[in-house]
């Protein structure tokens, strides 16, 4: 066979096989190969690598008790670093010398220590906040407190040596005869003055007194151990506390008569605490089976109300007066199937490192605020409920004919005011009101979006909060801390800059430490005074081995959506060798709300779904839409109310159009796109909708058919009708269209991934969607995680491969790579060990 007849056939096979696969390709005498994906750079990228190419990102503050004074640790490429920060003299100090601390742990310890590689652990400020202690595991073998043979299993540890450091002298000292002390057990709830510990077991709650509780601490297991039961009536899914929700069968039959955690919320006193107690006894079971587990599968059963049904869980409020160890039913009832919150105090920031911080409610000693939902989301009411008397009072109400969300409000002078965040004039803002929910005056106004409350000046009158959208020429979705007076004047930026926006402030609210960036800069730290005056720089982070490896920022994109009038704000990710004159498939990775948007607005570390992805050879887009972000108008929030399956499409679609048709290196003829969960979702319904412009989708743990996925969710997005009849009887419709419904129309290719054990949104939706495709005679691929839950878990560098390997396949036409079995560029990143 001569040369001309070989390049005919080797073109008609070429051509026959792009077009069987929806694809064309181009064959000339000199490039008779197939287009290859990059696995190389993408390999590059790797999870793994990452965190020996960037550390610190952010100065986390601990904030001291004493003063205004904060540390903080910090790592790069050259070490980690403890500083002690004094905004008031703007003075920042290395905590220790590293080099010389190293050497004189190392004469202790007798393991070699050096400064760029100091373990320290567990570190911690002394309360005269002249010294600090910290913890540093050797390679020294001991035996664990609690066993006396050596020789037996598991029954040796690791020796950890314990010190105090001087910050005057710069002494270090051993603490002698040390021995690391427990974690506080999940399942303590202590009482504010330490004095009692609730938690539950076998469904009933139980308590003891502290100096057992220190047993316990200790050696759960010690039988000396006095504890004594408060209810006696609890039952499985009906209980006082944990249920042992989360544990298969087997593992609840054994743990039930361990202790187990019990979320009650206390009085400041400490004579009282309230505990949510919730009735799911009708509630409808579902199950998992977990089929690689060690001896036989096992089955997981747990409670799961889908939208629409008519077994609900019943909330209730129990007072408990601990002196009289009994307690009451509070009659808190207003709609049918409601939701019941108590609200919590909000933690203080110089107490982050207090671990044996109580959980107290929000109120005094006499009263406490609390919150209940109508089941169709358009009713909240707050309100306050008397401890004497039980007497409920509701103090504020939301209505809407949407959904109502509300936040935990500010309280005042022990509750004679009360600041509120509503979105009841169309944006969420801040309103006051009197101790008796009598509106006083809106506080913040305009079209932009409140976000929280982050400190109160009860004496200066003064509001700080964190808002976005307020600025001009900016990203709106950029967070940006704000001070304004009650009655609604004098309103202050505080963190200027067009970046998005991480503050933290003390409790006296004199100074905040502010992170920010873009995703196209490095993040840098400094710290500002309340009048949002630079202080000092902090932290600049270093990328300096990222960009060694070749790394660029992404690309800021605005573009119009379906309607031509709302504006979108994306982000475009492209290949690190990226050649303007080729031109690259297109993906795009999708969440659609109503949650938040898959849209990077800071610089970040992740970059599996978007910049490693680009890499084999795209261009990845990610871009909001309308129903998307919470943090713009409530309009924007709400559109996809009542239609959850298509609201965000068309969105989606012409911000790919729009770029297209602005980059000529964008090939709209080769569309793919992806996502997690919702982006699972989504991504299968563009095949659906948009089945000549989506080719190729992969979709992990989407949630396809909404009738079956919690009805929190599916009810608050979508809507349920509440519907009273002629007696009085109260009942709820839901109707919801769903993917498989669309089966048909599949044209593309499809690859499906759920967790096998996923107990949030359930396999069976995948499996539902694969019944319809299988039925309708489609072709797709599907491909279960074993013993996975929603987010794959170890599992998801696996799952990412394989979402590679499919859109390199059908979107850049590499349907030799990976040419083995093995996924090569995933094994390379793993030590063969042996272990």
């Not at 505990?275 to 799911?280: A, E, F």
Request: glycine share 6%; hydrophobic share 35%.
């Amino acid at each position: 066979m001569n040369k001309f007849y070989k390049l005919v056939l080797c073109a008609q096979l070429l051509s026959f096989a792009g077009v069987a696969q929806n694809k064309t390709f181009t064959i000339t005498e000199n490039a008779q190969t197939q287009p290859k994906a990059n696995y190389q750079l993408a390999s590059r990228f790797s999870p793994n690598k990452l965190k020996k190419m960037v550390y610190s990102t952010a100065v986390d503050p601990h904030w001291l008790k004493l003063s205004n004074r904060f540390w903080y640790t910090f790592e790069s490429p050259k070490g980690k670093f403890w500083y002690l920060v004094d905004p008031a003299t703007k003075s920042k100090k290395l905590l220790f010398d590293n080099a010389k601390l190293a050497a004189d742990i190392t004469l202790i310890v007798r393991d070699p220590f050096d400064a760029e590689h100091l373990p320290l652990e567990n570190l911690k400020f002394a309360a005269d906040e002249k010294s600090v202690s910290f913890e540093i595991k050797s390679t020294v073998d001991e035996l664990k407190p609690d066993r006396k043979d050596k020789k037996a299993a598991d029954s040796m540890q690791k020796k950890i040596y314990a010190f105090k450091y001087d910050l005057a002298t710069t002494r270090l000292t051993e603490v002698p005869n040390f021995s690391k002390p427990k974690p506080k057990p999940m399942w303590g709830s202590v009482a504010p003055d330490s004095s009692a510990i609730i938690f539950s077991r076998n469904y009933n709650l139980y308590w003891m007194d502290k100096e057992n509780y220190k047993k316990a601490v200790k050696n759960e297991d010690d039988s000396t151990i006095v504890e004594h039961q408060l209810t006696k009536d609890g039952v499985k899914f009906y209980s006082y506390g944990n249920d042992g929700d989360g544990e298969n069968n087997v593992e609840n039959e054994k743990n039930n008569k361990k202790r187990r955690g019990a979320y009650v919320l206390w009085s400041p006193n400490a004579k009282y605490f309230v505990l949510d107690r919730t009735d799911s006894r009708k509630v409808k079971d579902l199950w998992v089976i977990n089929s690689v587990t060690p001896g036989r599968p096992t089955l997981e059963t747990y409670k799961y109300q889908m939208p629409g049904e008519a077994e609900a869980p019943q909330d209730e409020v129990l007072l408990f007066d601990f002196a009289a160890k009994s307690y009451k039913k509070l009659n808190v009832s207003a709609f049918k199937d409601q939701s019941v919150s108590v609200w919590s105090k909000p933690s203080l920031n110089k107490d982050r490192d207090n671990e044996f911080r109580p959980s107290v409610w929000l109120g005094n000693d006499s009263q406490f605020y609390f919150s209940r939902t109508s089941r169709d989301l358009k009713r909240i009411d707050i309100g306050t409920i008397e401890i004497a008397t039980g007497k409920v009072t509701p103090l504020i109400d939301e209505r809407f004919n949407t959904y109502v969300e509300v936040n935990r409000p500010g309280l005042i002078n022990d509750g004679k005011e009360l600041i509120h965040w509503s979105e009841r004039d169309g944006w969420a803002h801040f309103y006051l009101f009197d101790g008796n929910g009598k509106l006083k005056n809106q506080i913040t106004k305009g079209a932009f979006h409140c976000e929280s409350i982050v400190n109160i000046d009860e004496k200066k009158r003064v509001l700080y909060f964190t808002a976005n959208g307020r600025e001009a020429k900016e990203d709106p979705y950029y967070l940006h801390l704000y001070s304004i007076n009650f009655d609604g004047s004098d309103m202050k930026l505080l963190n200027a800059g067009d970046f998005d926006h991480l503050s933290n402030m003390n409790d006296n609210n004199t100074y905040f430490v502010d992170t920010y960036s873009r995703v196209n800069t490095a993040p840098k730290s400094a710290v500002y005074d309340k009048n949002g005056k630079k202080v000092m720089d902090l932290e600049t982070t270093d990328l300096s081995l990222l960009m060694a490896a070749g790394y660029k920022f992404p690309e800021p994109f605005k573009v119009k959506a379906d309607d031509g009038i709302t504006d979108l704000y994306g982000v475009m990710y492209k290949p690190f060798d990226f050649d303007p004159n080729k031109k690259y498939p297109i993906i795009e990775y999708v969440y659609p709300g109503p949650q938040t948007e898959a849209v990077n607005k800071a610089f970040s570390k992740g970059m599996d779904r978007t910049e490693r992805l680009a890499q084999f050879g795209y261009i990845v887009i990610t871009v909001g839409n309308r129903g998307g972000n919470p943090s713009r108008s409530k309009w924007y929030h709400t559109y996809g109310y009542g239609n959850l399956r298509d609201y965000g499409l068309a969105d989606k679609k012409t911000a790919i159009e729009q770029l297209a048709s602005k980059y000529a290196y964008i090939d709209e003829t080769r569309v793919g796109i992806t996502g997690h969960s919702g982006g699972g979702f989504m991504s299968t319904a563009a095949m659906l909708v948009y089945p000549e412009f989506f080719k190729v989708a992969v979709s992990n743990a989407g949630n396809h058919d909404n009738s079956i996925y919690n009805r929190w969710w599916s009810e608050k997005h979508h809507g349920v009708k509440e519907i009273v009849s002629l007696k009085g009887d109260t009942s709820f419709k839901y109707s919801i269209d769903k993917n498989p419904d669309l089966a048909k129309n599949l044209k593309g290719h499809l690859l499906l991934m759920h967790g096998d054990v996923d107990n949030n949104v359930h396999p069976a939706n995948s499996i539902r969607v694969a019944n319809a495709l299988m039925k309708a005679g489609k072709r797709f691929d599907f491909l279960i995680i074993p013993g996975q839950r929603h987010g794959f878990g170890d599992m998801t560098e696996y799952a990412f491969w394989k979402l590679a390997d499919h859109f390199n396949k059908y979107l850049i036409g590499d349907f030799s790579s990976p040419e083995d079995v093995d996924l090569i560029e995933m094994d390379r990143d793993i030590e063969k060990t042996g272990k």
